[in-house]
T-cell receptor, first 115, second 108 residues
Framework: KAGVTQTPRYLIKTRGQQVTLSCSPISGHRSVSWYQQTPGQGLQFLFEYFSETQRNKGNFPGRFSGRQFSNSRSEMNVSTLELGDSALYLC??????????????FGPGTRLTVL | GQQVMQIPQYQHVQEGEDFTTYCNSSTTLSNIQWYKQRPGGHPVFLIQLVKSGEVKKQKRLTFQFGEAKKNSSLHITATQTTDVGTYFCASGTYKYIFGTGTRLKVLA
């Protein structure tokens, strides 16, 4: 099976712009989670989507949003970019079990730099 | 909210030495997962523990979940240069909280 893919891999934006990142999960996986990774804050949970519905949300401002399509592909959007949004954005896919304790498979990430 | 602390933050060992990282929580954890992230890479799932006192082994790696389900450890016996990376613990149901990670450097 192909792994989790994320596009683009690298992105440079300026403050105030918006950005959309894409994630294609492993075939058959219905849950997609998004994380922000920075040297200072580590890996922080943004949100999780399952069957096109946001099931869980982390503590990020409303500028961070996402969605999931019927084929389980997911996008996240960050509006009005700030310098502090520079980070590695990781998406992880999982089967989406009813127990909630899934193995997560991470994609390679999108490295976002905000100038 | 739930927080998972991980120690140490950094560890340098000579190749062949053992290494242990610890994960601690003030609240009971439903499960614990361990991930490894190589430099420049992404987290890769290693194992999941769900039962109190559970111990699992993967070759030179030994994972333990505390009896009270508030702590966990990952022990690597006789480290190799291929063990270099950051080891994260994580816990949660649908929404995962990651520990701060332990960055391991192995000196040949």
């Amino acid at each position: 099976k192909a792994g989790v893919t994320q596009t683009p891999r690298y992105l440079i934006k300026t403050r105030g712009q918006q950005v959309t990142l894409s994630c294609s999960p492993i075939s058959g996986h219905r849950s997609v989670s998004w994380y922000q990774q920075t040297p200072g804050q580590g890996l922080q949970f943004l949100f999780e989507y399952f069957s096109e519905t946001q099931r869980n949300k982390g503590n990020f401002p409303g500028r961070f949003s996402g969605r999931q399509f019927s084929n389980s592909r997911s996008e996240m959007n960050v509006s009005t970019l700030e310098l502090g949004d520079s980070a590695l954005y990781l998406c992880a896919s999982s089967l989406g079990s009813t127990t909630g304790a899934d193995t997560q498979y991470f994609g390679p990430g999108t490295r976002l730099t905000v100038l | 909210g739930q927080q998972v602390m991980q120690i140490p933050q950094y560890q340098h060992v000579q190749e062949g030495e053992d290494f242990t990282t610890y994960c601690n929580s003030s609240t009971t954890l439903s499960n614990i997962q361990w991930y490894k992230q190589r430099p420049g890479g992404h987290p890769v799932f290693l194992i999941q523990l769900v039962k109190s006192g559970e111990v699992k082994k993967q070759k030179r790696l030994t994972f333990q979940f505390g009896e009270a389900k508030k702590n966990s450890s990952l022990h690597i016996t006789a480290t190799q240069t291929t063990d270099v990376g950051t080891y994260f613990c994580a816990s949660g149901t649908y929404k995962y909280i990651f520990g701060t990670g332990t960055r391991l450097k192995v000196l040949a």
